[in-house]
């Protein structure tokens, strides 16, 4: 069952034992530090910061959120034991089930609690850490879902892009090219007007996963909440604005992005593991209300090498949705995809495949490297058959080891959607357009040497099964040989 908001999140979060507090930790020097050193090992428990130095007691910080697939699944309602492949498709049974539901407008909620407003706003006096050294500020929005209104549809985007404090009451906003956020910006832009925007800093993560996919353009991520939910979201109308901002989050920032007004922003450091997108100009949110609850709870997550807080609930949820939009194309045989960790859930992609005809496989790498899901910052795309397990890293570099021909079956398709992100990414003539080239490797057993390609090497099935239910001391529940030290006789 999914849950309501963050708090409720942190308290399901520590009752399964994967949650670690620290008090008096420093957000220009150590928080940063304390949350990289648990994102190296993805299962490290999310971290809660209070008492930070600098800060009132009680505003508090957590990070390190959705780096375990028992809580990528709790956040998303699903039971929280299941394994990579499990996860995948579990996603995708949610997807195929889900059915949006709209959000409901209610009165008030626990965000409207305090209100500043005007030059009663204070945005600093919310943690707002350097995550790493060579960051150029402190960054609130990185956890955050950026709320606008498209001004021709009235579709409400929610997405997650980077929010740097700037001052009291200015913070800058980046957003990379052919998101749907700087769509709508454009849009306000193209008619002279600034472009009315909220900001949620701390929130129920299921909103921050949806706000960090490729959800379809025109599709609402609070409806799509409400049907993983199942129920509708709770939103209150902003004041200033009439956005929908959600009732129960922590703490909101309200106000406009101008046109023509620009601020030194970042440098930063991204979820593909480097500082690429620099220092530049990019515009800014004159914030010019503040909600939060009482005792707010910024949420953080936060980019570095991969796999990262950033990156790491999009390996499952990516898997699903490429694999969705393969199939809703008319592609057949998939039986297994994953976005691996390594390429921050985009720029690494396999699919596994049951080998039907002629092309099959050199189709599906086609297509898995320019839908929609899988077309942005994607670098590679690697097609093996269906004996593989596309999550098992060692299983397919073997597979592209043993059963690639180079000089056949690897093409390169050039000038493709990327980022400013990317740190291989080709700039444009302007200076801001960002294009990438990527490969299709076909990894799969040559169609017309299906039935002469060399047999493997391995137990069957079936004397497996077997040799489990003659020495079942010797294994798990999964099947698995157990790690724990054992004596055994027949």
Known sequence: MAVNDLREWIARVDEIGELSRVDGADAASEIGGIV??????????????????????????????????????????????????????????????????????????????????????????????????????????????????????????????????????????????????????????????????????????????????????????????????????????????????????????????????????????????????????????????????????????????PPNDNTFYRSPLRAALIWDELERSGVPGITGVWSHEAGGGRMLNIIAIKQMYPGHSKQVGMAMASCHAGAYANRYCIVVDDDIDPTDTNQVLWAMSTRTDVAQDVEVIKGCWSTGLDPMAYVGEDGRSFFNNRMIIDACRPYDRLKTFPSLVNTSAADADRLRFRFPGLFGPDGKVSRSPNSVSV
């Open 36 to 305: 990289d050193l648990h994102m190296q090992d993805p299962g490290n428990p999310a971290v809660l910061f209070d008492r930070i130095v600098g800060y009132p007691s009680g505003h508090r910080l957590i990070a390190n959120v959705i780096t375990s697939n028992a809580r990528v699944a709790l956040t998303l309602g699903l039971p929280p034991d299941l394994g990579a492949r499990d996860l995948v498709m579990a996603c995708r049974e949610q997807n195929r089930d889900l059915a949006p539901i709209p959000a409901e407008i209610v009165e008030s909620g626990p965000v409207l609690a305090n209100q500043d407003h005007g030059n009663d706003v204070d945005t600093t006096k919310f943690p707002a850490p350097i995550w790493h050294a060579g960051d150029g500020g402190r960054y609130i929005g990185t956890g955050c879902i950026v709320i606008m209104r498209d001004p021709d549809s009235g579709w409400v985007n929610a997405g997650t892009y980077r929010v740097q404090q700037h001052d009291e009451q200015t913070l800058g906003i980046y957003i990379s090219a052919g998101k749907h956020g700087r769509m709508i910006r454009d849009r306000y832009w193209a008619r002279g007007q600034a472009c009315p925007v909220a900001v949620s800093v701390g929130h129920d993560p299921l909103l921050l996963l949806l706000g960090g996919l490729e959800v379809d353009y025109g599709k609402n991520e609070y409806e799509v909440a409400g049907g993983i939910r199942g129920k509708p979201l709770e939103v209150v109308c902003a004041p200033i604005t009439g956005l929908p901002i959600p009732a129960t989050a922590e703490i909101v920032f309200e106000g406009e992005i101008p046109p023509n007004e620009l601020r030194s922003e970042g440098p930063f450091g991204e979820w593909a593991g480097y500082y690429a997108s620099g220092r530049k100009d990019e515009p800014i949110i004159r914030v010019q209300s503040v909600y939060y609850r009482d005792d707010p709870i910024v949420l953080g997550c936060v980019p570095g090498k």
